[in-house]
């Protein structure tokens, strides 16, 4: 039995808000238990320049991540003209499994932020 009364082969409460947020080109709230996660997606004209020779072929995801403040019991500071390297690491793993699910030929010279 865990401490929040589930055995240890049931998931946490899972609940899913869509359209969270009005600005972004897409958003989604995502409660599991005691874990709330804000996602917003917004598009930009233009790719890496990197990507540039291929920018009519395909598109780019690149993703932002921070945690808040007051996420944990004890106070992180806000992440402001610098990413620590947990926060590099997450964002270069959510860009990367995004990337991998996502055909980018579909939106082609567009990048997408996560």
Not at 41 to 60: D, F, T
Not at 78 to 83: A, I, K, N, P
Request: aromatic residues 4%; positive net charge.
């Amino acid at each position: 039995m865990r401490n929040d009364g589930r055995v240890s082969t049931q998931v946490r409460p899972i609940r899913f808000v869509t359209n969270f947020t009005k600005n972004p080109a897409g958003s989604v709230l995502v409660e599991m238990g005691g874990t709330v996660v804000l996602c917003n997606v917004s598009l930009e004209r233009g790719v890496p320049s990197w990507l540039r020779p291929e920018r009519h072929k395909r598109g780019w995801l690149t993703a932002e991540y921070c945690m808040i403040p007051s996420a944990t019991d004890s106070r992180n500071k806000r992440e402001r003209g610098h990413t620590t390297g947990r926060s590099q690491e997450i964002q270069r793993l959510i860009g990367r499994s995004l990337r991998g699910i996502i055909d980018l030929t579909k939106c082609p010279d567009t990048t997408l932020v996560v």
